[in-house]
C-alpha cells in the first residue's frame, strides 16, 4: 500500500492512520512498525506515537488479512485477585506476556483470559481485549483487566488523567541517597536501538515518584524501593531508574552490564493498585506481596 496522509488524519499518530488505512487493527500496525516494514516519505519509521502531517505518503507491504479472533487457552495460569461484573484484578506471574504481539502469538494472559472471562472479546481493542494498561514480561504483579465497554472507557480515561496509582517495589544497585524523589524525563525509542527504551528529548512526558524501602550492604550496595507512576511509558521504571544511575537488579537489558545476583527476571513488582470503580465511582484499592521469587532474595540482603 502506498497512500498520501489525508487532511482528515493530518496530526494523529501513524499507527492510528496505519491502522485506519489498511483496516489492520493496531497491534498488528504497531508491529509492523516496530519491525521496521513503514516507510514515511520513503524514510522508516518505528516509533508508533510519531504524528503524521498531511500529504506525507505512507508505504508499507500490508500482510494478507488472517483470522485475528482470539483462541481461549486453559494452559495460560490466571491469578484472579478480585473480580466483579465490570473488572478483574489478576496477579500476573513473570514471564507471561500480556497480550499478543509481534513476538508472540499464542500462550498470552489474554488467551488465559478469555478462557475464563469470554465476554472480554467484545472490549476494547481486538488483540488486546479488555486490556487498558501492560506489565512487561518479566514483571510480576497487578493488573485491572475491564470486563465491559462501559469499564474499558472509564479506565481508560482514568489512565489518561493519571489517576490510577500504580506502585511497584524494584531493587536496584546502588545506595540511593534521597529518602524520595522524582525522575522527570521524557521516554522514547533508543535512536541507536529501537527496540529499547531512552530518555530522551524525542520522547513523551514521564514521570517517577520512588521512595526507598530498605538498604542493604552486602553483597554490594543495594536499595529496596517503591515506584509510583505518574504516567505510563513503555519500561518507564527501568529506563528511569538506570537513568539516575540505580538500574533495576536482574535487568540485563537496561542493567549496564552489572554483576547480577542470581536472578532470571528483573526484581520488579506492581505491588499496589488503586483506581475508582467505572459504576459507583468508589477508590478500589488493590495489594500483592512480593512473589517467593523475588522475597527469597529480599531475605537473604537481609
Known sequence: MKEPVPRALDGERIDRVL??????PRSQAAGLLEGGGVRLDGMAVRNRSRRVREGEVVEVEVPERVDERLAPDPAVPVAVVHEDAQFVVVDKPAGVVVHPGAGQRSGTLVHGLLNRYPELAAVGEGGRPGIVHRLDKGTSGLLVVARTPEAYESLVTQMAARSVD?????LVWGHVEAGRGLVDAPVGRSAADPTRMAVSARGRAARTRYEV???FTEPAALTLVECRL?????????????????PVVGDARYGR???ALTMSRPFLHAHRLAFDHPTHGRRCRFESELPADL???REVLR
Do not use: F, N, P
Open 19 to 24: 491502522s485506519l488505512l489498511t483496516g489492520l
Open 166 to 170: 500504580r506502585r511497584y517495589l524494584a
Open 213 to 215: 524501602v530498605e538498604r
Open 230 to 246: 505518574e504516567t505510563g511509558r513503555t519500561h518507564q521504571v527501568r529506563v528511569h531508574l538506570a537513568a539516575i544511575d540505580h
Open 257 to 259: 552490564g552489572r554483576r
Open 295 to 297: 522475597e527469597s532474595v
